[in-house]
């Protein structure tokens, strides 16, 4: 603010030098000094002189000097002063403040001094050889000085020139008692850059008020600082000097209000606001840091995306290690927002636009200041993705605090939270496929999580994210959990990993692993699986239901080394040392595979069936060893329409002290309705059947190609290939159909014409 301090000059050589020299050249007038008559004065003068010259010294240095051609004295009590010339030395004596004016009057009523033409003031001139440096001129008109007071100014435009740069403004005050100057309008200061690469800064107001001994300038009613592509303007502002080792005065920070700032470059406009402001300079005059306070904002454009920052306070921090002042970093507290919308892509790529909420957010810039590096809040967190196309989903984030880093033309790249919860919405597509099948809108999904991090595409869509400890997910009735899950958004694939768990209205599945697929909730789970399939509820009219080996009203348990589960867990597979039961029934194999809509069970690799009979209601006898029946082989078919379990591979059936070898076997199960005990109704086996009937006091084995078993008549019929029958007790016998039953010594054997019934019967022993 040197550019200033010609008020304060002016006034002192005015007050101390101009006065006293006109106020003794009066008197020596009014001694009447003898002198040779001279000439005729003109009507209304007193007296005149011819190359006027007064000067003062101080301990042998000199003071002040002032020169006039000419000066007159009227009879009004003025003096007249032509090209007057008044110079007022500094302590040192080798420099000098000069005072140039064509014309000056003073008056002796009421001490005051007035040049109503242009005055010139030269500040710090050298008096011996040319100045080192660009000297400090002023140039006003109609000057008035009070000599009493001390106080300069004028209504008058002041222009102005400095080492620092020009200046001008309209009417100026100089009070030397407060040491305050006031430029009284139209102020504008042009300050140049320390150097030719800094950019020069241009100040304007309304007003303007310096008050040297606090270093402070007062800018009002309104206030605007522009430098480069950079603008601050605003309300009343007040100004900070500071002082360097070189005593000379550099710009510190400003303190405005109702501040709008912006700044534009290539690729990148930025805009500030804020209801008071404190902007920060370095040195060199470079913008350092801004803050603003009582709800600032801060938006920034560039590289296809506008982003706009906003909280009760909005600090802005600048690298100016460039020589330029370039957005580094910004922070926002209270309420704060961070909302970054993409600039519309006339090729349908637009990404999302992210609405971040917290009490605390840090962002950070890339170099150059155009784009988004990072955001980082320390404090309870929310960040909402608003779709730009109608397939995309709408999602919302919240945490204990997050991490986001962006890539290419401000799109988020990575995430990282803690305590996360996640909320994905349906889509406006996926709503209206919903309506127009008449079906209801798929629920909002649901996350949580202690630690989650997300990679993100171009289009800011959730490419991959993983939630780590204790996992959490929800839609509708299907439920997740696991330590870790992981979604491939491209594969649309959500991973559970670590005592993994999902479940729905239909049943439950634990495993180590699980793969679900998002959009149609297929899945595959890996390790130590454990299933929990619920009965499926009876339509009316539907005379089946429950009435098969898997629709009970008991759950089906399963397990397996892996499971599959596709068409809304309509089908089921089972893979590796699988099992499934409802209660004492069960099923095993190393495959197990199940279609709910064809209600249908294929078992394959050594497979073994159990069935329980029912027990038996007799109170009046002691509960007996339930009756099982046992099915191995390499193959089970089973349809519930027909309630038929079909199997293959070389058959083993056994039941109670009963057996059954065969290559396959056809059971077929009582409907649920029936009395019967045991599950299966009867059962068909066919080649190189062997019927084993061990009892305490007899053994019947039969042989066929061909054999029907009934388990509520204990009946059973041999026929092809030959059948025979071998009793312990009755002998063997052989025929072309052989009847049997297992509970009593029945026997029909049926022969053909070519075949005659063959028996040998066992004699008694007395």
Not at 172 to 179: E, S
Not at 212 to 237: D, F, H, I
Request: hydrophobic share 30%; glycine share 8%; charged share 30%.
């Amino acid at each position: 603010m040197r550019s200033l301090r010609w008020l304060l000059l002016a006034a002192i050589l005015v007050l101390t030098a101009g006065l006293f020299g006109i106020y003794r050249n009066q008197r020596t007038a009014s001694r009447g000094r003898e002198r040779a008559v001279p000439p005729s004065l003109p009507l209304g003068t007193l007296g005149n002189a011819i190359d006027y010259e007064w000067a003062q010294s101080t301990d042998g240095k000199p003071a002040v000097k002032i020169t006039a051609k000419n000066s007159t004295l009227k009879e009004n009590g003025r003096t007249e002063l032509d090209e007057i010339e008044l110079r007022i030395y500094m302590k040192d004596a080798k420099h000098y403040d000069r005072v140039r004016s064509p014309k000056a009057e003073f008056s002796t009523s009421d001490n005051k001094l007035f040049a109503p033409g242009e005055a010139e003031i030269t500040l710090g001139v050298p008096t011996e050889g040319e100045p080192l440096k660009t000297l400090t001129t002023i140039k006003a008109a109609g000057v008035n000085f009070d000599s009493q007071t001390g106080e300069a100014g004028t209504p008058q435009p002041v222009a102005f020139t400095f080492q620092g740069g020009t200046g001008t403004c309209v009417g100026a005050t100089y009070n030397p008692q407060t040491h305050q100057l006031h430029l009284q309008g139209g102020v504008v200061l042009n300050l140049k850059g320390k150097d030719a690469k800094s950019l020069p800064m241009k100040v304007e107001a309304g007003e303007l008020v310096y008050s040297e001994e606090n270093s402070v300038v007062q800018l009002g009613p309104w206030s605007k600082l522009t430098r480069g592509g950079t603008t601050m303007s605003g309300g009343p502002a007040t100004v900070h000097l500071k002082e360097d080792t070189e005593k000379k005065k550099h710009l510190d920070f400003v303190e405005a209000s109702a501040v709008t700032g912006h700044d534009i470059r290539p690729g990148r406009e930025l805009d500030f606001a804020a209801p008071v402001a404190q902007i920060h300079y370095t040195d060199d005059g470079d913008l350092e840091k801004l803050n603003g306070s009582g709800g600032a904002q801060l938006m920034t454009k560039g590289n296809g995306a506008a982003t706009t920052m906003s909280g009760q306070t909005v600090d802005l921090f600048f690298n100016t290690q460039t020589g330029d002042s370039e957005l580094a970093s910004a922070i926002a507290k209270g309420k704060a927002r961070i909302e970054s919308k993409p600039v519309p892509d006339p090729k349908g790529r637009t990404g999302d636009t992210k609405i971040l909420v917290s009490e605390a957010l840090d962002l950070k810039m890339k170099p150059g200041g155009k784009d988004l590096d990072r955001v980082v809040t320390n404090t309870a967190a929310t960040v909402e993705f608003i779709p730009a196309t109608n397939d995309r989903h709408r999602r919302v984030l919240k945490s204990s605090d997050m991490d986001i880093r962006y890539g290419a033309k401000n799109t988020v790249q990575a995430f990282h939270a803690t305590n996360a919860v996640t909320e994905t919405y349906p889509s406006v597509l996926e709503k209206q496929q919903d309506e127009k099948v008449k079906r209801p809108v798929r629920p909002v999904s649901r996350t949580s999580s202690r630690v989650l991090d997300a990679v993100f595409d171009q289009d800011s869509e959730v490419k991959a994210m993983k939630q780590s400890g204790d996992f959490r997910y929800e839609q509708g009735t299907r439920k997740a959990q696991a330590m870790n899950g992981t979604l491939d958004n491209d594969k649309d694939l959500m991973t559970l990993d670590g005592g993994a768990r999902v479940s729905d209205e239909s049943g439950s599945t634990a495993a180590d692993y699980i793969e679900i697929k998002q959009d149609s909730g297929d899945f595959e789970a890996k390790g130590h699986v454990a299933t929990t399939r619920l009965p499926e509820k009876k339509k009316t009219g539907d005379a089946t239901a429950g009435s098969d080996m898997l629709d009970k009203d008991e759950p089906t348990q399963g397990l397996a080394n892996r499971v599959t589960s596709t068409n809304r867990n309509k089908n089921m597979h089972y893979i590796g040392d699988a099992v499934l039961w409802q209660a004492s029934n069960r099923i095993q194999a190393d495959r197990i595979d199940i279609d709910r809509d064809a209600k249908s069970l294929t078992a394959t690799d050594k497979v073994i069936s159990q069935f329980q009979d029912k027990p038996k209601d007799d109170k009046k006898k002691p509960a007996a060893q339930p009756t099982m029946t046992v099915v191995r082989a390499q193959k089970m078919v089973y349809t519930d329409k027909d309630r038929q379990a079909v199997y293959s591979g070389g058959v083993a059936f056994r039941r109670s002290n009963m057996s059954v070898d065969s290559i396959t076997l056809t059971a077929f199960l009582n409907d649920e309705k029936s009395d019967a005990d045991s599950r299966i109704h009867h059962a068909i086996a066919d080649g190189k059947v062997s019927i084993l009937k061990v009892m305490p006091t007899r053994r019947r084995l039969g042989r066929s190609d061909h054999a029907e078993y009934y388990t509520e008549e204990g009946k059973i019929t041999l026929s092809g290939g030959d059948p025979s029958l071998e009793d312990t007790v009755r002998g063997n016998s052989k025929g072309e159909k052989i009847t049997y039953y297992t509970d009593d010594d029945r026997l029909i054997i049926d022969g053909a014409p070519d075949k005659p019934v063959r028996t040998l019967l066992h004699k008694k022993k007395k």
